[in-house]
């Protein structure tokens, strides 16, 4: 501090002092200039001058005065020698790149010296050399002149540039010798020179294409020096020259039909002319008809003409054809030339197909021979190119008939199928004799009409869907998809769901289909408990007519999910409380408790159910299994262990999520054994003896389990012997009741060979086989044995009773069916198709239908199941005979016996192999495909043949139907009612029309009501040649009956509609009457349909308007239509041919409304143009005869004549044309025709004269002066120029130019626009520089030969105040100390202003807030001095911005910032943020370790900012702090030299000082305060009890010590301090937790209760004292206590007390509970017996078999087969009840009746009536046979 204020006082002494020596300096500054000229060029080191002698300076302290020259130039051109003061060249000098142009150069120096400051200007001049040559800008220019330009004409030069100034610059121009130029040198303003080429004869092109010439430019200097440049002249073409064909006419040969774009003949004219000028181009002149510029074409460039359309030698074998060759060059002329085609004939006319009549679509039914179409060819061509053949490919079913000259019939040879081919395109070909020969081939699609002929298909035979339970209603389950090959509507499908039942309710409530597209959605949410699968039967039908169906099983199966809790079923709680189970004490470890059982309705992983232990008083003693739920003890109970135990025991499924449930127990332990005193070990008591009660619950649970055991062998003796009763005549060997085979029946009564009853039974669930009954409602009551059959398909197909057990194949029954012309099994061995296992392996011959009498009118069908399942696989290994049907030349169909109306539906156009499917029928059975069962006719069968040796029964009852002669193909039966008649429906023969089969008594079959014989489809191919015959037959006949002569008629063209030609069928010799009936037609051959017939009379009349322009001969003289005349039964055909005559309808007209004919001003009189003809469509004398043109007095015409008769006009040019006076011309050119009345047709000629450059442009005037602004804004508009041209197009388009006479300044500083004339300020304009600048504008136009016009502009610059003022910083001190004194000079700054006047003064300022002010030492001179004292610390550096600005309207100013940085000095102490630091250390520290951290901060840079901090030295008990503490110097880190213990040192004082290393050192010191902090580093130590040996402390207590009584007190001590010091007192180990209590604050034990006889007379306490600290320090005593009796009992009185026993031991509660088991099943067997006994009903005439209860049924149901389906939901679940419980249920029809008998064996209960539906699940049917 005491630095700080010296030096400030001697701040204001020195600030006065170094003012008085800058006055001074002041005072001696020169301010003389000094001025040096010197050569430009000098090489390095050249002498200028001595500036130190001519200044005056002492050349030797040149370097201690910092002397140096400070130059504007950006390179340093020159330098001082500072040795010896002379002024040398440092770099070559260029005055071209210094000065440019500027007639004087110089190089401004300001020389600087230092101590004291002084200031001096030299100015050196430099000099210019002749050291540049003149140059052009580019070596060669090209200059392109036309021919015709006129002599004198001129041309500008680039001038040549001179970088030299004065007499060195450009001088003169000189021009090589040549025959036609000369040169014309001007001088500018500026005093520049420029030249320009001078035309002086006229040029040439065809004499010399090109001139080259040289220019030389010489400058003025010395030595002379020049520049060339090569001048070449191109002489450009002038259009002067016209083309010239090389011939007159041209004639060519062409063969018709050429391909277009051939060559025909290739145009040659010449031009002498060149470029545009001599480019020819070629086109068809206006004379050329429309017809040749369709067939030809020229190309416009090389002149080919090639064919462009269809060359015809048929219409013309000669074109003439005229054009013309012009060329690209202004005012061209066109020249004319003929070219003359030949065409050379050939065969070119392809055959044409006419399809007279087409029918299509054709139904897929029709009979081969059916008509398609109806054709006709021609060919115009004629002899062999007009003979024509026509062919079809021979892969379709069609063939063409030629009825007679090229006529044909289309015609169907096979039947067609369109499910095969749904169309045919069939291609005609017709090729005609000629060479080379044409063909043409023509595409008839032909379409095959459906008809429903294909049921639908499933995509699957069946449909298997698993479903989770707890659907959501209305969710889609699946969707089954069929298809039908038909289309349209007999493809269009509809789904639906045929009725049935689903446990008792409809299956509509269960599942919904959507008709269109077969999704099946469930209508409610499934449980799998009480539903796991069902059946339901899809239909798809078509809309056809008549509709087909098909049918589908889909098998839904119900997945489980886990949605049922496990219940609890034992224990149960009792009276509403928890389950309790009592557990002796003394049990060992493993004794099971209790078993916890629990049930889960649901299935598989769902319902394997796990147990746990959830909650227990003492978790460590028992155990739960986890699979079986055992409660087990973990080990043995302890007395400490609680009398009642509460266990609460989780049950939990092995679901997703899982389900539970809770059960709790309360455990009650006794004790069976008393407790022994320890104090009395020795001391044995003898129990007493066991009870005889185990004993008598022995007895008694082996008494009644014999009665038990008796009762059921009793009870299984006397069922056995009921049931053989009844099947006593079948001599059945012991238990053959549950046994259907391997037993012989003995005869039976014929009623019950007359009956079929038929059981099978699939399902799902596994039964044994069981012995049932069926009897019937009639008078003789049968008993039947049945063999339940299960099928691994049972769970997902329909029950199915498969065979009955009792033998009705016998050979007496079979001689009966024999004798009705039955069938049985043992005839099936005679078949023709053993090997045929399914329905399309049977053959099926063509035979006859046979009804026999014992027939009804229902078919029997077979399940789809049985036919592909495993079921039907079954059957064939089991029963092969029985089940492989046979084959005869007559079949046997199945008929079923409750069936009414079903139909049988076959093809005839199917293969044999086609399978059999049944349509609905009116009962609720399902269709579904069928099995024929077949056999040979009786008269075919062997009388006698061998018994099987192990004869099987058969299948199942079914009514044999003999068929001879069934039909292969498909057709409908309908049975008809009272009468033995089918209705067939045949589709072949007939095309869908109904025929009707007549039965016979002999079974023979009549058709009747057929158009057609029924074709045998054994012999289809006979059937089919004869059918080809016949029509072939029918097709000679046809055509010999053909006219074959052509009828010609001749009509005007125009005639009305409806006008009669002739009577046509009067000119054929055709009666009028028929005509309608044999579909008379007129058919039109090529073309449009012109003409019809009228069928009432007979007449030829036109139905449409007939132009005969229209015609396609219409270039002949003649025009024909062809007619084809048709009539049918029998088919004709005439050829009729009408001529069309020619009228005057039709006026000349041109091809073009207005002509544009586009003329030069300068075409000399006499030109010809060429106009366009007229067209008129008529012939003869009615086409064009002659052309009139409208006055003109510059046009006249000249009317011409072609070869073919054919005028045509050309426009003359009588008068020159002036486009300035008359720029357009119209004229009328009419052409009149030759007919009668006159017809005319007129054309506009509109000729536009072309413009020539015949006019100069003029400007609007010749002077032009303007005022421009100095700095005006680059781009600023100065004046726009105007000039005009009285030409067009481009001969007015004029482009604007600088002349030559314009100076390169002026040019640079101005633009002109050439497209406008726009000038504007190219560069900056500087009044200083230059005051007037002179320019002259040319404005030239486009033509081909340029014309121009010139005009002068004067443009005068306005002065402005446009120059900035300018600084230039001549000295700046950077940087300085921040302890400069005041008045410091830091910088000398010069500032200038290029501008004289007020805007020449300048101004100099700096900001105002700096320490900084500036003096002006002499006319704009200024110093920066130091106005304020400086400190770097509060600001280390400064921007000083300089601002200049001058005294102008508007002032400019400028600015310039320079950067002065402070150097730094020490003049600051170092600075602790804290004035006293504190910091706790904890004790037992770590020597070494970091205590904290002081920083001291001072602002100083550099080494005086560097601290080094140390602890000031310090005794504290004769100990050193340096001993104790350490501190980095660098850092100020301060460490621990050794551990503190906070019990002997708390607390330390000391000072650190912080020292920079500044010159001189500033210092500052702290203090700080370290504070050791105590740690639980001690542990408590007890002091009472006192223990004198170890660590156990005995103390005495009195038993008859009352509750609180004081024990003992524990006594601990903790040296540490605070919260470490605090202890609390608790017990580790107590005997008995419920008798001592301790204080946790101040260690008293007392005890909590009395003594008791229980308790132990050496009670131990271990007692721990625990400190509060982190982590807690302890000590422990053991205290052991001795209970002292107040008075000695004698051991008598001990060994008095009873000891109670528990009689309820483990064995004895398992026989109490044994004997209650045996006993309550035995008296629930002898009630069900009882009632069992009670409930058989009363005995009739006959007593049915026992163990069978039975009930009437309501129900109607109609069996539909052997196999019944799952449609009734009601017997469904009755029978799964029923199996379930190990029963089966049967059900039998009464006769002549709607009732039936339900039984259900062995045991059973009554069934209710149920309401009606379709046919059950079980049922048994009776029929008899008569």
Same mark, same amino acid.
């Given at each position: 501090?005491?630095?700080?204020l010296?030096?400030?006082?001697?701040? /204001?002494?020195?600030?006065?002092v170094?003012?008085l020596?800058?006055?001074?300096?002041?005072?001696?500054?020169?301010?003389?200039?000094i001025?040096?000229?010197?050569?430009e060029?000098?090489?390095? #080191?050249?002498?200028?001058?001595?500036?130190?002698?001519d200044?005056g300076l002492d050349?030797a302290?040149?370097?201690a005065?910092?002397?140096?020259?400070v130059?504007g130039?950006?390179r340093q051109?020159?330098?001082?020698n500072?040795?010896n003061?002379?002024?040398?060249?440092?770099?070559?000098?260029?005055?071209?790149e210094?000065c440019?142009?500027?007639?004087?150069?110089?190089?401004?120096?300001?020389?600087?010296?230092?101590?004291?400051?002084?200031l001096?200007?030299?100015?050196?001049?430099i000099?210019?050399?002749?050291?540049?040559?003149?140059?052009?800008?580019?070596?060669?220019?090209?200059?392109?002149?036309?021919?015709?330009?006129?002599?004198?004409?001129?041309?500008?030069?680039?001038?040549?540039?001179?970088?030299?100034?004065?007499?060195?610059?450009?001088?003169?121009?000189?021009l090589?010798?040549?025959?036609?130029?000369i040169?014309?040198?001007?001088?500018?303003?500026?005093?520049?020179k420029?030249?320009?080429?001078?035309?002086?004869?006229?040029l040439?092109?065809?004499?010399?294409?090109?001139?080259?010439?040289?220019?030389?430019?010489?400058?003025?200097g010395?030595?002379?020096?020049?520049?060339?440049?090569?001048?070449?002249?191109?002489?450009l +073409?002038?259009?002067?020259?016209?083309?010239?064909?090389?011939?007159?006419?041209?004639?060519?040969?062409?063969?018709?039909?050429?391909?277009?774009?051939?060559?025909v003949l290739k145009?040659?004219?010449?031009?002498?002319?060149?470029?545009?000028?001599?480019?020819?181009?070629?086109?068809?002149?206006?004379?050329?008809?429309?017809?040749?510029?369709?067939?030809?074409?020229?190309? /416009?460039?090389?002149?080919?003409?090639?064919v462009k359309?269809?060359?015809?030698?048929?219409?013309?074998s000669?074109?003439?054809?005229?054009?013309?060759a012009?060329?690209?060059?202004?005012?061209?002329?066109?020249?004319?030339s003929?070219?003359?085609?030949?065409?050379?004939?050939?065969n070119?006319?392809?055959?044409?197909?006419?399809?007279?009549?087409?029918?299509?679509?054709?139904q897929?039914d029709?009979?081969?021979?059916?008509?398609?179409?109806?054709?006709?060819?021609?060919?115009?061509?004629? #002899?062999?190119?007009?003979?024509? +053949?026509c062919?079809?490919?021979?892969?379709?079913?069609f063939?063409?008939?030629?009825?007679?000259?090229?006529?044909?019939?289309?015609?169907?040879?096979?039947?067609?199928?369109?499910?095969?081919?749904?169309?045919?395109?069939?291609?005609?070909?017709?090729?005609?004799?000629?060479?080379?020969?044409?063909?043409?081939?023509?595409t008839?699609?032909?379409q095959?009409?459906?008809?429903?002929?294909?049921?639908?298909?499933?995509?699957?035979?069946s449909?298997t869907?698993?479903?989770?339970?707890?659907?959501?209603?209305?969710?889609?389950?699946?969707?089954v998809?069929?298809?039908?090959?038909?289309?349209?509507?007999?493809?269009y499908?509809?789904y639906?769901?045929?009725?049935?039942?689903?446990?008792?309710?409809p299956v509509?409530?269960?599942?919904?289909?959507?008709?269109? =597209?077969?999704?099946?959605?469930?209508l409610r949410?499934?449980d799998?408990?009480?539903?796991?699968?069902?059946?339901?039967l899809v239909?798809a039908q078509?809309?056809?007519?008549?509709?087909?169906?098909?049918?589908?099983?889909?098998?839904?199966?119900v997945l489980?999910?886990?949605?049922?809790a496990?219940?609890?079923?034992?224990?149960?709680?009792?009276n509403?409380?928890m389950?309790?189970?009592?557990v002796?004490?003394?049990?060992?470890?493993g004794?099971?408790v209790t078993?916890?059982?629990a049930?889960?309705?649901?299935? #598989?992983?769902?319902?394997r159910?796990?147990?746990?232990?959830?909650?227990?008083?003492d978790?460590?003693?028992?155990?739960?299994?986890?699979?079986?739920g055992?409660?087990?003890?973990?080990?043995?109970?302890?007395e400490?262990?609680?009398?009642?135990?509460?266990?609460v025991?989780?049950v939990k499924?092995?679901?997703?999520?899982?389900?539970?449930g809770?059960?709790?127990?309360?455990?009650?332990?006794v004790?069976?054994?008393?407790?022994?005193?320890?104090?009395?070990g020795?001391?044995?008591?003898?129990?007493?003896?066991?009870?005889?009660?185990?004993?008598?619950?022995?007895?008694?649970?082996?008494?009644?389990?014999?009665?038990?055991l008796?009762?059921?062998?009793?009870?299984? &003796?006397?069922?056995?012997?009921?049931?053989?009763?009844?099947?006593?005549?079948?001599?059945?060997?012991?238990?053959?009741?549950?046994?259907?085979?391997?037993?012989?029946?003995?005869?039976?009564?014929e009623?019950?060979?007359?009956?079929?009853l038929?059981?099978?039974?699939s399902s799902?669930?596994?039964?044994?086989?069981?012995?049932?009954?069926?009897?019937?409602?009639?008078?003789?009551?049968?008993?039947?044995?049945y063999k339940?059959?299960? &099928?691994?398909?049972?769970?997902?197909?329909?029950?199915?009773?498969?065979k009955?057990?009792?033998?009705?194949?016998?050979?007496?029954?079979?001689?009966?069916?024999?004798a009705?012309?039955?069938?049985n099994?043992?005839s099936?061995?005679?078949?023709v198709n053993?090997g045929?296992?399914?329905?399309?392996?049977?053959?099926?011959?063509n035979?006859?239908?046979?009804?026999?009498?014992?027939?009804?009118?229902?078919?029997?069908?077979y399940?789809?199941i049985?036919?592909?399942?495993?079921?039907?696989?079954?059957?064939?290994?089991?029963d092969?005979?029985?089940?492989?049907?046979?084959?005869a030349?007559?079949q046997?169909?199945?008929?079923?016996?409750?069936m009414?109306?079903v139909?049988?539906?076959?093809s005839?156009?199917?293969?044999?192999?086609?399978?059999? !499917?049944?349509?609905?029928?009116?009962s609720?059975?399902?269709?579904r495909?069928?099995?024929?069962r077949?056999?040979?006719p009786?008269?075919?069968?062997?009388?006698?043949?061998?018994?099987?040796?192990?004869?099987?029964?058969?299948?199942?009852?079914?009514?044999?139907?003999?068929?001879?002669?069934t039909?292969?193909?498909?057709?409908?039966?309908?049975?008809?009612?009272?009468?033995?008649?089918?209705?067939?429906?045949?589709?072949?023969? &007939?095309?869908?029309?109904?025929?009707?089969?007549?039965?016979?008594?002999?079974?023979?079959?009549a058709?009747?009501?057929n158009?057609?014989?029924?074709?045998?489809?054994?012999?289809?191919n006979?059937?089919?040649?004869?059918?080809r015959?016949?029509?072939?037959?029918?097709?000679?006949?046809?055509?010999?009956?053909?006219?074959t002569?052509i009828t010609?008629?001749?009509?005007?063209?125009?005639?009305?509609?409806?006008?009669?030609?002739?009577?046509?069928a009067?000119?054929?010799?055709? $009666?009028?009457?028929?005509?309608?009936?044999?579909?008379?037609?007129?058919?039109?051959?090529?073309n449009?349909?012109?003409?019809?017939?009228?069928?009432?009379?007979?007449?030829l009349?036109?139905?449409?308007?007939?132009?005969r322009?229209?015609?396609?001969l219409?270039?002949t003289?003649?025009?024909?239509?062809?007619?084809?005349?048709?009539?049918?039964?029998?088919?004709?055909?005439?050829?009729?041919?009408?001529?069309?005559?020619?009228?005057?309808?039709?006026?000349?007209?041109?091809?073009?409304?207005?002509?544009?004919?586009?003329?030069?001003?300068s075409?000399?009189?006499?030109?010809?143009?060429?106009?366009?003809?007229?067209?008129?469509?008529?012939?003869?004398t009615?086409?064009v005869?002659?052309y009139?043109?409208?006055?003109?007095?510059?046009?006249?015409?000249?009317?011409?004549?072609?070869?073919?008769g054919?005028?045509?006009?050309?426009?003359?040019?009588k008068?020159?044309?002036?486009?300035e006076?008359?720029?357009?011309? +119209?004229?009328?050119?009419?052409?009149v025709d030759?007919?009668?009345p006159?017809?005319?047709?007129?054309?506009?000629?509109?000729?536009?004269?072309?413009?020539?450059n +015949?006019n100069?442009?003029?400007?609007?005037?010749? !002077?032009?002066?303007?005022?421009?602004?100095?700095n005006?804004?680059?781009?600023?508009?100065?004046?726009?120029?105007?000039?005009?041209?009285l030409?067009?197009?481009?001969?007015?388009d004029?482009?604007?130019?600088?002349?030559?006479?314009?100076?390169?300044?002026t040019?640079?500083?101005?633009?002109?626009?050439?497209d406008?004339?726009?000038?504007r300020?190219?560069?900056?304009?500087n009044?200083?520089?230059?005051?007037?600048?002179?320019?002259?504008?040319?404005?030239?136009?486009?033509?081909?030969?340029?014309?121009?016009?010139q005009?002068?502009?004067?443009?005068?610059? &306005?002065?402005?105040?446009?120059n900035?003022?300018?600084i230039?910083v001549?000295?700046?001190?950077?940087?300085?100390?921040?302890?400069?004194?005041?008045?410091?000079?830091?910088?000398v700054?010069s500032?200038?202003? !290029?501008?004289?006047?007020?805007?020449?003064?300048?101004?100099?300022?700096?900001?105002?807030?700096?320490?900084?002010?500036?003096?002006?030492?002499?006319?704009?001179?200024y110093?920066?001095?130091?106005s304020?004292?400086?400190?770097?610390? !509060?600001?280390?550096?400064?921007?000083?911005?300089?601002?200049?600005?001058?005294?102008?309207?508007?002032?400019?100013s400028?600015n310039?910032?320079?950067?002065?940085?402070?150097?730094?000095?020490? $003049?600051n102490v170092?600075?602790?943020?804290?004035?006293?630091?504190t910091?706790?250390?904890?004790e037992?520290?770590?020597?070494?370790?970091?205590l904290?951290?002081?920083?001291a901060?001072?602002?100083?840079?550099?080494?005086?900012?560097?601290?080094?901090y140390?602890?000031?030295?310090k005794?504290?008990?004769?100990?050193?702090m340096?001993?104790?503490?350490?501190?980095?110097?660098?850092?100020?880190?301060?460490?621990?030299l050794k551990?503190?213990?906070?019990e002997i040192e708390?607390?330390?004082?000391?000072?650190?000082?912080?020292r920079?290393?500044?010159?001189?050192?500033?210092?500052?010191?702290?203090?700080?305060?370290?504070?050791?902090?105590d740690?639980?580093?001690?542990?408590?130590v007890?002091?009472? /009890?006192?223990r004198?040996?170890?660590?156990v402390?005995?103390?005495?207590?009195?038993?008859?010590?009352?509750?609180?009584?004081?024990?003992?007190?524990?006594?601990?001590?903790?040296i540490?301090?605070?919260?470490n010091?605090?202890?609390?007192?608790q017990?580790?180990?107590?005997?008995?937790?419920t008798?001592?209590?301790?204080?946790?604050?101040? #260690?008293?034990?007392?005890?909590?209760?009395?003594?008791?006889?229980?308790?132990?007379?050496?009670?131990?306490?271990v007692?721990?004292?625990?400190?509060?600290?982190?982590?807690?320090?302890?000590?422990?005593?053991t205290?052991?206590?001795?209970?002292?009796?107040?008075?000695?009992?004698?051991?008598?009185?001990m060994?008095e007390?009873?000891l109670?026993?528990?009689?309820?031991?483990?064995?004895?509660?398992?026989?109490?509970?044994?004997?209650?088991?045996?006993?309550?099943?035995?008296?629930?067997?002898?009630?069900?017996?009882?009632?069992?006994?009670?409930q058989?009903?009363?005995?009739?005439?006959?007593?049915?078999p026992?163990?069978?209860?039975?009930?009437?049924?309501?129900?109607?149901?109609?069996?539909?087969?052997?196999?019944?389906?799952?449609?009734?939901?009601?017997?469904?679940?009755?029978?799964?009840?029923?199996?379930?419980?190990?029963?089966?249920?049967?059900?039998?029809p009464?006769?002549?009746?709607s009732?039936?008998?339900?039984s259900?064996?062995p045991?059973?209960?009554?069934?209710?009536?149920?309401s009606?539906?379709?046919?059950?699940?079980?049922?048994?049917?009776v =029929?008899?046979?008569t």
């Amino acid at each position: 501090m005491d630095h700080g204020l010296s030096r400030g006082s001697w701040l /204001p002494v020195t600030g006065m002092v170094i003012c008085l020596l800058l006055c001074g300096c002041v005072v001696d500054l020169v301010l003389a200039q000094i001025r040096y000229s010197i050569p430009e060029e000098l090489e390095h #080191g050249a002498f200028v001058g001595n500036i130190a002698e001519d200044l005056g300076l002492d050349v030797a302290k040149l370097s201690a005065r910092r002397f140096r020259i400070v130059s504007g130039a950006k390179r340093q051109y020159l330098e001082v020698n500072l040795e010896n003061g002379i002024l040398f060249v440092n770099e070559k000098i260029d005055r071209e790149e210094l000065c440019e142009r500027s007639p004087s150069c110089f190089l401004h120096l300001q020389v600087v010296i230092e101590n004291p400051l002084e200031l001096y200007r030299v100015e050196v001049e430099i000099l210019d050399v002749n050291d540049n040559s003149p140059s052009f800008p580019w070596s060669e220019f090209n200059l392109d002149i036309t021919e015709s330009a006129a002599p004198g004409s001129c041309f500008p030069l680039e001038s040549a540039q001179d970088q030299d100034v004065g007499t060195n610059s450009l001088r003169s121009y000189q021009l090589s010798a040549n025959a036609h130029f000369i040169l014309n040198i001007q001088t500018r303003n500026d005093g520049s020179k420029f030249a320009e080429l001078v035309l002086d004869t006229p040029l040439d092109r065809e004499q010399q294409k090109k001139h080259e010439m040289v220019l030389t430019a010489f400058d003025g200097g010395s030595p002379e020096r020049s520049g060339t440049a090569l001048i070449t002249v191109t002489v450009l +073409d002038a259009n002067d020259n016209v083309p010239v064909f090389d011939r007159s006419v041209y004639r060519a040969s062409l063969v018709e039909n050429a391909p277009r774009g051939t060559l025909v003949l290739k145009l040659n004219a010449s031009d002498l002319d060149e470029g545009s000028n001599g480019e020819v181009t070629y086109a068809f002149s206006g004379h050329a008809p429309l017809k040749v510029r369709e067939l030809f074409s020229v190309d /416009p460039y090389t002149g080919e003409i090639r064919v462009k359309g269809v060359v015809d030698y048929e219409k013309a074998s000669v074109y003439e054809l005229y054009v013309q060759a012009k060329d690209r060059g202004p005012s061209a002329v066109a020249v004319h030339s003929k070219v003359l085609v030949d065409i050379l004939d050939v065969n070119d006319n392809a055959p044409e197909v006419i399809l007279t009549s087409v029918s299509t679509p054709v139904q897929e039914d029709a009979p081969p021979g059916t008509v398609i179409a109806v054709i006709s060819v021609m060919d115009r061509d004629s #002899g062999e190119n007009g003979n024509v +053949d026509c062919q079809i490919p021979n892969n379709v079913p069609f063939q063409l008939h030629s009825s007679f000259k090229n006529y044909y019939t289309l015609v169907t040879s096979e039947f067609l199928d369109r499910e095969a081919v749904s169309e045919y395109n069939i291609t005609i070909t017709a090729r005609d004799l000629g060479s080379p020969s044409l063909s043409t081939r023509k595409t008839i699609l032909v379409q095959v009409s459906d008809i429903n002929d294909n049921p639908p298909r499933f995509s699957q035979p069946s449909y298997t869907v698993y479903v989770t339970e707890n659907n959501a209603p209305g969710a889609s389950i699946c969707s089954v998809t069929a298809f039908d090959p038909d289309s349209n509507q007999n493809a269009y499908l509809s789904y639906s769901i045929l009725e049935g039942q689903i446990q008792g309710m409809p299956v509509s409530t269960y599942v919904s289909i959507n008709s269109d =597209n077969g999704n099946i959605y469930a209508l409610r949410s499934f449980d799998y408990e009480q539903l796991r699968n069902f059946q339901i039967l899809v239909q798809a039908q078509d809309a056809g007519f008549p509709p087909l169906a098909s049918n589908v099983t889909v098998n839904v199966f119900v997945l489980d999910q886990n949605d049922n809790a496990p219940v609890i079923i034992s224990p149960l709680p009792k009276n509403g409380t928890m389950a309790t189970e009592v557990v002796p004490r003394s049990v060992d470890a493993g004794y099971l408790v209790t078993k916890i059982t629990a049930l889960d309705a649901d299935a #598989g992983q769902n319902s394997r159910l796990s147990y746990q232990l959830l909650q227990a008083t003492d978790p460590g003693l028992f155990s739960v299994a986890l699979y079986t739920g055992e409660i087990r003890t973990i080990r043995r109970l302890v007395e400490k262990d609680a009398t009642r135990q509460r266990l609460v025991i989780l049950v939990k499924d092995n679901g997703q999520p899982p389900l539970s449930g809770t059960v709790s127990i309360i455990l009650t332990v006794v004790d069976s054994v008393p407790e022994s005193l320890s104090d009395f070990g020795d001391l044995t008591l003898s129990p007493k003896p066991p009870s005889n009660l185990a004993l008598y619950l022995i007895v008694s649970l082996s008494t009644i389990s014999l009665i038990f055991l008796v009762a059921i062998i009793v009870l299984a &003796t006397v069922k056995c012997y009921k049931d053989r009763e009844p099947l006593s005549g079948y001599n059945l060997p012991p238990f053959a009741c549950c046994c259907c085979g391997g037993f012989q029946a003995e005869p039976l009564p014929e009623a019950l060979k007359k009956s079929n009853l038929n059981l099978q039974i699939s399902s799902a669930a596994k039964v044994p086989t069981n012995c049932m009954e069926a009897n019937g409602n009639s008078s003789l009551s049968q008993s039947y044995c049945y063999k339940v059959c299960l &099928t691994p398909e049972s769970a997902k197909s329909d029950f199915m009773f498969l065979k009955p057990c009792s033998p009705s194949s016998t050979p007496r029954n079979n001689e009966a069916k024999s004798a009705d012309n039955s069938w049985n099994a043992h005839s099936r061995s005679a078949s023709v198709n053993n090997g045929a296992t399914t329905p399309s392996e049977l053959k099926q011959p063509n035979t006859d239908w046979t009804l026999t009498k014992n027939q009804n009118s229902s078919i029997k069908s077979y399940n789809s199941i049985n036919m592909d399942g495993t079921l039907m696989r079954k059957a064939m290994h089991t029963d092969p005979e029985n089940y492989v049907t046979s084959m005869a030349p007559g079949q046997y169909w199945t008929w079923g016996t409750h069936m009414k109306g079903v139909k049988v539906v076959s093809s005839l156009l199917h293969p044999p192999s086609a399978d059999y !499917k049944m349509s609905p029928s009116r009962s609720s059975v399902q269709s579904r495909p069928w099995t024929p069962r077949c056999t040979p006719p009786p008269q075919q069968q062997q009388p006698s043949l061998p018994a099987h040796p192990h004869p099987h029964p058969p299948p199942d009852y079914h009514h044999n139907v003999y068929i001879p002669g069934t039909p292969s193909g498909f057709c409908t039966l309908r049975p008809a009612v009272q009468r033995s008649e089918l209705d067939v429906h045949n589709s072949f023969s &007939t095309f869908g029309k109904k025929r009707r089969l007549q039965m016979s008594p002999q079974g023979e079959a009549a058709m009747i009501n057929n158009d057609l014989p029924i074709l045998n489809m054994a012999h289809r191919n006979v059937r089919n040649d004869c059918r080809r015959c016949v029509f072939s037959f029918i097709f000679l006949l046809a055509s010999m009956e053909m006219v074959t002569s052509i009828t010609h008629y001749s009509v005007p063209e125009e005639m009305e509609e409806g006008a009669v030609v002739a009577n046509l069928a009067t000119d054929l010799g055709l $009666d009028v009457k028929t005509l309608k009936r044999r579909q008379m037609r007129i058919d039109a051959v090529g073309n449009k349909k012109y003409f019809d017939i009228n069928k009432d009379t007979g007449e030829l009349f036109i139905l449409e308007r007939i132009d005969r322009e229209l015609c396609p001969l219409k270039t002949t003289s003649h025009c024909f239509l062809k007619l084809d005349a048709t009539i049918e039964n029998p088919i004709r055909m005439f050829n009729i041919e009408v001529e069309i005559t020619d009228i005057n309808d039709n006026a000349p007209h041109f091809r073009r409304g207005t002509m544009h004919l586009d003329i030069s001003e300068s075409s000399p009189v006499g030109e010809r143009f060429s106009l366009n003809n007229a067209e008129d469509p008529d012939v003869g004398t009615n086409s064009v005869k002659n052309y009139h043109l409208s006055s003109s007095e510059y046009f006249g015409l000249e009317i011409q004549i072609s070869r073919d008769g054919t005028k045509f006009a050309d426009l003359i040019l009588k008068k020159a044309l002036d486009r300035e006076q008359q720029a357009v011309h +119209d004229l009328i050119l009419t052409a009149v025709d030759g007919g009668v009345p006159t017809r005319t047709g007129t054309a506009s000629i509109i000729v536009r004269v072309l413009d020539v450059n +015949d006019n100069a442009p003029t400007f609007d005037g010749d !002077k032009y002066e303007v005022n421009v602004l100095e700095n005006a804004p680059i781009g600023s508009l100065v004046i726009k120029l105007n000039a005009t041209d009285l030409d067009e197009g481009s001969n007015s388009d004029l482009v604007y130019s600088y002349s030559l006479y314009t100076s390169e300044r002026t040019q640079n500083m101005f633009t002109l626009n050439p497209d406008n004339g726009e000038i504007r300020v190219k560069e900056m304009i500087n009044y200083e520089d230059f005051k007037i600048y002179e320019m002259e504008v040319i404005a030239s136009d486009k033509g081909l030969n340029p014309l121009s016009g010139q005009c002068k502009v004067t443009i005068q610059v &306005t002065d402005m105040n446009d120059n900035h003022p300018e600084i230039s910083v001549k000295s700046f001190q950077n940087p300085i100390k921040e302890n400069e004194p005041v008045d410091t000079v830091i910088a000398v700054v010069s500032v200038s202003d !290029k501008d004289s006047g007020n805007n020449g003064i300048v101004d100099l300022s700096v900001p105002p807030n700096l320490p900084f002010k500036l003096r002006q030492s002499s006319d704009n001179y200024y110093e920066l001095v130091v106005s304020e004292p400086l400190d770097r610390e !509060k600001v280390p550096e400064y921007d000083i911005t300089f601002t200049v600005t001058d005294r102008g309207s508007p002032p400019l100013s400028d600015n310039e910032t320079m950067t002065l940085e402070l150097l730094d000095v020490n $003049d600051n102490v170092p600075q602790f943020p804290q004035s006293f630091y504190t910091i706790r250390v904890m004790e037992n520290n770590a020597p070494g370790a970091l205590l904290g951290s002081l920083t001291a901060f001072d602002p100083d840079l550099h080494e005086n900012q560097y601290l080094v901090y140390f602890i000031l030295e310090k005794e504290i008990v004769n100990t050193s702090m340096s001993m104790l503490f350490s501190i980095n110097p660098e850092n100020g880190n301060l460490y621990a030299l050794k551990t503190f213990d906070y019990e002997i040192e708390k607390e330390f004082l000391f000072h650190i000082e912080a020292r920079d290393s500044g010159s001189p050192p500033l210092s500052s010191n702290v203090t700080v305060h370290i504070i050791i902090v105590d740690q639980n580093d001690n542990a408590p130590v007890i002091v009472s /009890p006192w223990r004198a040996h170890g660590s156990v402390v005995e103390e005495k207590i009195p038993r008859s010590t009352d509750k609180g009584s004081l024990v003992a007190k524990v006594i601990a001590l903790d040296i540490d301090s605070v919260h470490n010091s605090r202890i609390t007192y608790q017990f580790l180990q107590v005997t008995d937790a419920t008798l001592f209590s301790l204080d946790q604050y101040n #260690g008293e034990i007392r005890t909590m209760r009395m003594f008791s006889y229980r308790d132990p007379r050496h009670p131990q306490l271990v007692v721990v004292a625990k400190d509060n600290g982190q982590p807690s320090l302890s000590a422990t005593v053991t205290i052991k206590l001795s209970t002292v009796e107040t008075a000695v009992k004698a051991y008598s009185d001990m060994t008095e007390v009873p000891l109670e026993y528990d009689i309820f031991s483990d064995l004895n509660l398992y026989l109490v509970i044994g004997l209650g088991s045996v006993s309550f099943l035995l008296l629930i067997t002898i009630l069900v017996t009882i009632v069992l006994k009670c409930q058989k009903p009363k005995s009739s005439s006959k007593a049915p078999p026992p163990c069978r209860n039975s009930v009437l049924s309501e129900r109607n149901s109609t069996i539909a087969d052997s196999t019944l389906v799952s449609n009734d939901a009601y017997w469904y679940s009755m029978f799964l009840a029923e199996t379930r419980k190990g029963k089966l249920v049967v059900r039998q029809p009464l006769p002549k009746g709607s009732r039936y008998i339900v039984s259900s064996l062995p045991r059973g209960t009554g069934v209710s009536d149920t309401s009606d539906s379709a046919a059950s699940t079980l049922q048994v049917g009776v =029929n008899t046979i008569t």
